[in-house]
């Protein structure tokens, strides 16, 4: 590195870092209040939204006025959940990270796709269920109470309660002691 390129970095570039990192800094906040604002406002919006909620950041929820969330649950960061078909999720149960809920299919008929209406189908997910990081959940799948669904796995059919599922098609693995 030549001198001159040196003596530049540390005069000009070095400064520039400095100013845009205090700028940044009140917009950091003004992010962190917003996007606490929001996720209040996204709360309010839900047909209903028990006690001690948690949505993490990027979380979306479409047609919230169609998504129950029961007391003590909480949906992590960047998971999905298309409301339209309808999604309870009941007391003590645990959404992890970039997880998807789907409640909208499509005809197979290609034609058909784009002219016909979607088809809708809810989502039940039981009480104290733990969702693990990046499952999907498909429309019309119910998840019985105490249920564990692997990292991952993509859940095709009912989960019976206290039992763990994994895979894709998410298969029986074990069942929860509790
Ligand atoms: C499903 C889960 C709870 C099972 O945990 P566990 O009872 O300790 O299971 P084990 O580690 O004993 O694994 C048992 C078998 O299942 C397999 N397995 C475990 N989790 C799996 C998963 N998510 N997908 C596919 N297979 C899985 C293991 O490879 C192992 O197979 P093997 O017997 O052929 O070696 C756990 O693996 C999991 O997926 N946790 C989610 C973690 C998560 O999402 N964290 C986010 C923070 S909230």
């Keep these: 590195m030549s001198t001159y390129f040196r003596y530049s970095h540390e005069i000009i570039v ?12 009140p917009w950091d906040f003004f992010n962190v209040v917003y996007n606490r604002l929001k996720r209040k406002r996204l709360k309010k919006s ?12 990027q979380v979306i929820i479409d047609e919230p006025f169609n998504v129950e969330l029961g007391n003590n649950t909480c949906v ?5 959940i298309s409301g339209l078909g ?20 499509h005809p197979k008929n290609s034609y ?12 039940v997910i ?5 969702i693990g990081t990046g499952a999907i959940i498909l429309p019309g799948i119910t998840i019985a109470d105490n ?10 059919k009912d989960v019976l309660p206290k039992t763990i599922v994994v895979g894709s098609p ?9």
């Design 76 to 80: 992590c960061e960047f998971t999905h």
């Design 46 to 57: 839900l047909k209903f939204c028990g006690g001690n909620v948690y949505i993490g950041p």
């Design 126 to 130: 039981g009480r104290n269920c733990w």
């Design 86 to 105: 309808g999604v309870r999720i009941e007391d003590g149960t645990m959404i992890s990270s970039h997880c998807s809920i789907a409640t909208i299919t």
């Design 14 to 25: 070095r400064p520039l870092y400095h100013i845009a990192d205090f700028l940044y800094k």
């Design 170 to 178: 998410a298969k029986f693995l074990k069942e929860v002691n509790l």
């Design 112 to 123: 058909s796709r784009i002219t016909d209406p979607v088809i809708t189908k809810p989502v």
């Design 147 to 156: 249920a564990i669904v692997g990292a991952g796995a993509v859940v095709t």
